[in-house]
């Protein structure tokens, strides 16, 4: 009996022995590793490991450690708040098959993962791991989620998901936003089919959705707010993506149309495309889907407003043509929104062509006749590309239509033929080709440049004869269009090409023009020498006007002599060295150019300023248009007499010097003036295109782009900048809300710190509601004065010697400082920092009118 005791006691003993070594025996390597993650924290004691001679697979198990087998198979240790690195060998845990060190403050170089080929879960996110290695991801066959958010991994040269990650076919999750994921968007993630969730926002990629993508099965898909202009290209690869459920797109710069079967995706609940460029139409699929989200604020979205059926929707900073839901747009709006469907919504005109008039705003390449209908597209060298769409045809008031110099296809619509008041169509230096639409005689057509239509050797049909008189509605002469076409080389209106036969034509043309040329010349010698013999009595006397210096071919002749009935014309034509001016005694010429012109003549050309040549009024009086003997038209500026006090015959001179000296391709060129009596005339060149509803607004337009231009010492209008920043309120407007963009883009002589750019920042964000696409939505100047007034007061100089120098007193209010400065200048004060200015306003001489105060609002 008691041999059986004993017996059954070993028994036990080595039962109890057996199940012991069970749960005590830990892989001596995977020991090391435990031990070394250990070691390297700085606050081990969270861990509550024991320090020494307990075994990490137990009994009893390590807390966070979980083992089978003796072999460590799991780690979870997020949201502990622990500090420290990671040991390099960390892969050596080959039986790791879930790993959560989320949320922690790690640090250091991440351990290469190569060859944790059981691992299936890793969650790395939310630490400060700054470095990734190259081969971190070789080996995770069985990977099904990844996640790295929030590490500032290679944060100087940043990185990118490596082709050996293809591999790891069972991955359904990869979540690394705000990583520093660099590139662009790897092809193969798309042929990943059992990925079902990509989070990849808040990184720096850059390029287009792949191709790839359209076959995929996401559910999730997050790309949003990408660094340095994000992601571009076309969405149209999104709507085949049918299994999405939440898209998001915003913050990059996404371009093109949202396509038009975005429908397609059923099960999409939310869907985010705010922050791109984006433009067209919203598709009436997109409208009827039944979203519990949708954002499309900031894009370039045109058209009308749809009815939405989502459950939240946005959709401001859009040119939509009207801003309720349902509302239509008018007619000449759809024209031209087809237009720019068919040449694939250039950014330059999508974001200059907003409303729902285009007689109104902004409208870039349009003009309109006088009864507010688009009679001019201008779009010549814009970098167009795309079709020509039929529908232009439907503006019935087109006179001139200037396409050339783009990158325009397919052919010029038959129904352009239709365009009764139609007089020129320019699309030479594109690559049209035929059928050739057959026009009238009356149309001008330039089709230079084009290779496909017959070889591009191609010459250009003239503007009909007499026989054939314009249109009831008389477009503009030559001389007046906004784009100047080749010279016509054919008078039929059928297109040439040249033959054996007709070079032999031009050859005796050569001849025959020659000996015409010899005779002209011999007539020209006559006359001048009969001229001269009758200058001692000359009719009348010449003076020559540039419009611009740095175009001196480009001028305006004034004539006008001292008889009883005062004749007066004017003629615009091409300068020569022997275009000389001569005045007569009688007459008198201010600063170079500017006539003094009897106010007789031009109460005949305005017909006794009746009111029906009323072209406007304001504080200083009122302005007519006139017409001279040869057609010329002539606006004439007439200040009342009841404001004849001394500071409005000053602010006249005033005017009168300015104006001749400011020469702009912009500005109206001050031809004369008259000063008779009470009566004080100004004499303009007149703008038939002028809409003739200019307001105060147009000022602080004015006044918030001189603000652009200080801030960032550029021009308002610069053809050598790029597309995006040519014109400077345009890129000015995208980039301020920026403080890194608008820090970058401040005129580097301000020497701007931290302290200053907050003033800067003011200035900006002025200069932003003065140059507010609607004139209702800019302010008054009264405004401006208020904001800039403090920042006087705070900028002020405290040199007593800087303030001895100018002669004023800092201490005074705004109003009374240029008060003082006005004074300065008419005691020929100057600045000579103001030669350097970049701007385009000229210094203001003296007597001219203040700003913000005066009676005529300029």
Same mark, same amino acid.
């Given at each position: 009996?008691?041999?059986?005791?004993?017996?059954?006691?070993?028994?036990?003993?080595?039962?109890?022995?057996?199940?012991?070594?069970?749960?005590?025996?830990?892989?001596?390597?995977?020991?090391? @590793?435990?031990?070394?993650?250990?070691?390297?924290?700085?606050?081990?004691?969270?861990?509550?490991?024991?320090?020494?001679?307990?075994?990490?697979?137990?009994?009893?198990?390590?807390?966070?450690?979980?083992?089978?087998?003796?072999?460590?198979?799991?780690?979870?240790?997020?949201?502990?708040?622990?500090?420290?690195?990671?040991?390099?060998?960390?892969?050596?845990?080959?039986?790791?098959?879930?790993?959560?060190?989320?949320?922690?403050?790690?640090?250091?170089?991440?351990?290469?993962?190569?060859?944790?080929?059981?691992?299936?879960?890793?969650?790395?996110?939310?630490?400060?791991?700054?470095?990734?290695?190259?081969?971190?991801?070789?080996?995770?066959?069985?990977?099904?989620?990844?996640?790295?958010?929030?590490?500032?991994?290679?944060?100087?040269?940043?990185? !990118?998901?490596?082709?050996?990650?293809?591999?790891?076919?069972?991955?359904?999750?990869?979540?690394?936003?705000?990583?520093?994921?660099?590139?662009?968007?790897?092809?193969?993630?798309?042929?990943?089919?059992?990925?079902?969730?990509?989070?990849?926002?808040?990184?720096?990629?850059?390029?287009?959705?792949?191709?790839?993508?359209?076959?995929?099965?996401? !559910?999730?898909?997050?790309?949003?707010?990408?660094?340095?202009?994000?992601?571009?290209?076309?969405?149209?690869?999104?709507?085949?993506?049918?299994?999405?459920?939440?898209?998001?797109?915003?913050?990059?710069?996404?371009?093109?149309?949202?396509?038009?079967?975005?429908?397609?995706?059923?099960?999409?609940?939310?869907?985010?495309?705010?922050?791109?460029?984006?433009?067209?139409?919203?598709?009436?699929?997109?409208?009827?889907?039944?979203?519990?989200?949708?954002?499309?604020?900031?894009?370039?979205?045109?058209?009308?407003?749809?009815?939405?059926?989502?459950?939240?929707?946005?959709?401001?900073?859009?040119?939509?043509?009207?801003?309720?839901?349902?509302?239509?747009?008018?007619?000449?709006?759809?024209?031209?929104?087809?237009?720019?469907?068919?040449?694939?919504?250039?950014? @330059?005109?999508?974001?200059?062509?907003?409303?729902?008039?285009?007689?109104?705003?902004?409208?870039?390449?349009?003009?309109?006749?006088?009864?507010?209908?688009?009679?001019?597209?201008?779009?010549?060298?814009?970098?167009?590309?795309?079709?020509?769409?039929?529908?232009?045809?439907?503006?019935?008031?087109?006179?001139?239509?200037?396409?050339?110099?783009?990158?325009?296809?397919?052919?010029?619509?038959?129904?352009?033929?239709?365009?009764?008041?139609?007089?020129?169509?320019?699309?030479?230096?594109?690559?049209?080709?035929?059928?050739?639409?057959?026009?009238?005689?009356?149309?001008?057509?330039?089709?230079?440049?084009?290779?496909?239509?017959?070889?591009?050797?191609?010459?250009?049909?003239?503007?009909?004869?007499?026989?054939?008189?314009?249109?009831?509605?008389?477009?503009?002469?030559?001389?007046?269009?906004?784009?100047?076409?080749?010279?016509?080389?054919?008078?039929?209106?059928?297109?040439?090409?040249?033959?054996?036969?007709?070079?032999?034509?031009?050859?005796?043309?050569?001849?025959?023009?020659?000996?015409?040329?010899?005779?002209?010349?011999?007539?020209?010698?006559?006359?001048?020498?009969?001229?001269?013999?009758?200058? !001692?009595?000359?009719?009348?006397?010449?003076?020559?006007?540039?419009?611009?210096?740095?175009?001196?071919?480009? @001028?305006?002749?004034?004539?006008?002599?001292?008889?009883?009935?005062?004749?007066?014309?004017?003629?615009?034509?091409?300068?020569?060295?022997?275009?000389?001016?001569?005045?007569?005694?009688?007459?008198?010429?201010?600063?170079?150019?500017?006539?003094?012109?009897?106010?007789?003549?031009?109460?005949?050309?305005?017909?006794?300023?009746?009111?029906?040549?009323?072209?406007?009024?304001?504080?200083?009086?009122?302005?007519?248009?006139?017409?001279?003997?040869?057609?010329?038209?002539?606006?004439?500026?007439?200040?009342?007499?009841?404001?004849?006090?001394?500071?409005?015959?000053?602010?006249?001179?005033?005017?009168?010097?300015?104006?001749?000296?400011?020469?702009?391709?912009?500005?109206?060129?001050?031809?004369?003036?008259?000063?008779?009596?009470?009566?004080?005339?100004?004499?303009?060149?007149?703008?038939?295109?002028?809409?003739?509803?200019?307001?105060?607004?147009?000022?602080?337009?004015?006044?918030?782009?001189?603000?652009?231009?200080?801030?960032?010492?550029?021009?308002?209008?610069?053809?050598?900048?790029?597309?995006?920043?040519?014109?400077?309120?345009?890129?000015?407007?995208?980039?301020?809300?920026?403080?890194?963009?608008?820090?970058?883009?401040?005129?580097?002589?301000?020497?701007?710190?931290?302290?200053?750019?907050? !003033?800067?920042?003011?200035?900006?964000?002025?200069?932003?509601?003065?140059?507010?696409?609607?004139?209702?939505?800019?302010?008054?100047?009264?405004?401006?004065?208020?904001?800039?007034?403090?920042?006087?007061?705070?900028?002020?100089?405290?040199?007593?010697?800087?303030?001895?120098?100018?002669? @004023?007193?800092?201490?005074?209010?705004?109003?009374?400082?240029?008060?003082?400065?006005?004074?300065?200048?008419?005691?020929?004060?100057?600045?000579?920092?103001?030669?350097?200015?970049?701007?385009?306003?000229?210094?203001?001489?003296?007597?001219?009118?203040?700003?913000?105060?005066?009676?005529?609002?300029?």
């Amino acid at each position: 009996m008691g041999g059986e005791s004993m017996n059954l006691c070993k028994l036990l003993f080595l039962l109890l022995g057996c199940v012991t070594l069970g749960y005590s025996v830990t892989d001596p390597n995977d020991l090391k @590793i435990l031990l070394d993650f250990q070691k390297g924290l700085e606050n081990p004691e969270l861990l509550k490991w024991p320090a020494k001679g307990d075994d990490p697979c137990g009994p009893p198990l390590w807390p966070h450690v979980f083992c089978s087998n003796g072999r460590v198979t799991q780690i979870q240790v997020q949201n502990m708040g622990l500090k420290g690195s990671l040991p390099q060998n960390f892969n050596q845990l080959s039986k790791l098959y879930n790993i959560g060190l989320q949320r922690n403050n790690f640090t250091g170089k991440l351990p290469t993962f190569k060859g944790l080929s059981e691992l299936e879960f890793a969650f790395l996110d939310y630490n400060n791991f700054d470095t990734i290695p190259s081969d971190f991801f070789v080996g995770l066959s069985s990977i099904r989620v990844l996640a790295l958010d929030g590490n500032p991994l290679n944060e100087s040269t940043g990185w !990118s998901l490596p082709s050996e990650l293809a591999d790891s076919v069972q991955l359904t999750n990869l979540s690394a936003s705000s990583s520093n994921l660099a590139g662009s968007l790897p092809d193969f993630l798309g042929s990943m089919q059992s990925l079902s969730n990509l989070r990849l926002s808040y990184n720096r990629l850059y390029g287009e959705i792949p191709a790839s993508f359209g076959k995929s099965l996401m !559910s999730t898909l997050l790309l949003n707010n990408q660094e340095g202009g994000g992601m571009s290209g076309p969405i149209d690869v999104i709507a085949s993506m049918t299994s999405l459920s939440q898209l998001w797109l915003h913050g990059n710069s996404f371009s093109g149309k949202i396509p038009e079967n975005i429908g397609d995706l059923s099960l999409l609940r939310d869907l985010n495309l705010n922050g791109n460029k984006l433009a067209g139409l919203v598709p009436q699929s997109l409208a009827d889907m039944q979203l519990d989200n949708l954002d499309l604020n900031n894009n370039q979205l045109m058209g009308p407003v749809p009815n939405f059926k989502a459950g939240k929707v946005s959709y401001e900073s859009n040119p939509f043509c009207q801003s309720e839901p349902g509302a239509e747009c008018a007619p000449e709006v759809n024209a031209l929104l087809d237009f720019l469907g068919g040449v694939n919504y250039p950014s @330059i005109l999508t974001s200059q062509w907003s409303g729902n008039d285009p007689c109104q705003g902004p409208w870039l390449g349009l003009n309109c006749d006088s009864y507010s209908k688009v009679s001019v597209i201008n779009l010549l060298r814009h970098n167009l590309t795309g079709t020509l769409s039929p529908s232009i045809a439907k503006l019935d008031s087109l006179i001139q239509i200037g396409l050339g110099g783009n990158s325009l296809i397919g052919t010029i619509p038959t129904n352009f033929t239709n365009l009764n008041s139609l007089r020129l169509l320019d699309v030479s230096g594109n690559n049209l080709g035929p059928p050739l639409p057959k026009f009238r005689n009356s149309v001008k057509l330039v089709v230079d440049g084009n290779p496909l239509l017959d070889g591009g050797n191609q010459t250009h049909q003239t503007p009909a004869s007499a026989s054939n008189p314009p249109p009831e509605k008389s477009p503009p002469s030559p001389s007046t269009m906004p784009f100047s076409p080749p010279s016509p080389t054919s008078s039929s209106n059928t297109i040439q090409r040249k033959t054996p036969r007709t070079k032999l034509v031009i050859v005796g043309g050569i001849l025959a023009g020659s000996l015409l040329a010899i005779v002209l010349i011999a007539l020209s010698l006559y006359c001048c020498f009969k001229k001269r013999k009758e200058s !001692s009595n000359p009719p009348s006397s010449i003076v020559v006007h540039p419009r611009d210096p740095s175009d001196p071919d480009n @001028i305006v002749k004034i004539a006008f002599s001292n008889n009883t009935i005062r004749s007066l014309s004017t003629q615009t034509g091409t300068s020569s060295a022997s275009n000389t001016s001569s005045l007569t005694e009688n007459s008198s010429l201010v600063d170079s150019g500017n006539v003094v012109i009897s106010v007789q003549v031009l109460r005949k050309v305005t017909d006794n300023f009746s009111q029906k040549n009323q072209l406007g009024s304001g504080g200083f009086g009122i302005v007519y248009k006139g017409e001279l003997d040869d057609g010329t038209k002539i606006a004439v500026k007439r200040m009342e007499a009841g404001v004849m006090g001394s500071k409005a015959g000053g602010e006249f001179q005033a005017e009168i010097a300015v104006l001749s000296k400011v020469r702009h391709r912009h500005l109206v060129s001050l031809l004369g003036y008259s000063i008779e009596g009470s009566e004080r005339l100004l004499v303009y060149e007149y703008m038939p295109q002028v809409m003739g509803k200019i307001t105060t607004k147009v000022d602080v337009f004015s006044y918030g782009v001189v603000l652009m231009e200080l801030l960032t010492g550029l021009v308002a209008l610069d053809e050598e900048r790029s597309e995006e920043s040519r014109y400077l309120a345009e890129w000015f407007w995208r980039i301020k809300s920026s403080k890194e963009k608008l820090m970058a883009a401040i005129d580097p002589a301000l020497n701007v710190d931290e302290e200053t750019f907050e !003033s800067i920042s003011t200035i900006a964000e002025l200069a932003g509601h003065c140059t507010s696409r609607d004139p209702n939505h800019r302010p008054d100047m009264g405004h401006a004065v208020n904001v800039l007034g403090p920042l006087v007061e705070k900028w002020k100089p405290v040199n007593d010697e800087s303030e001895d120098f100018y002669g @004023i007193d800092y201490n005074q209010p705004l109003p009374q400082m240029l008060k003082v400065w006005q004074d300065a200048d008419s005691t020929g004060l100057s600045y000579t920092s103001l030669s350097d200015s970049k701007g385009s306003i000229p210094a203001r001489p003296a007597g001219f009118a203040e700003s913000f105060t005066s009676a005529d609002g300029r």
